[in-house]
């Protein structure tokens, strides 16, 4: 499964101070995102929640692989 970086940054001099910085993975952002939608239920278990969102969002990074 292909997850690259949500918000890829580009290097400004971030290497020549030693840093590896590549930002929120797309798999979080994309759980984060269906986790906005299942917190808009009433009956909402955010354990559960949790691991919907990320079967969304494992589900979408698949769909975006076709």
Do not use: C, I
Request: hydrophobic residues 45%; proline residues 5%; without cysteine.
């Amino acid at each position: 499964m292909n997850n690259p970086p949500a918000f890829p940054l580009h290097d400004h001099g971030a290497q020549t101070l030693g840093l590896h910085v590549t930002g929120m993975s797309l798999r979080d952002y994309f759980a984060a995102k269906a986790m906005q939608f299942l917190l808009g239920y009433e009956e909402s278990n955010l354990e559960n929640d949790a691991k919907v969102a990320y079967a969304m969002a494992d589900a979408m990074l698949k769909a975006r692989e076709t």
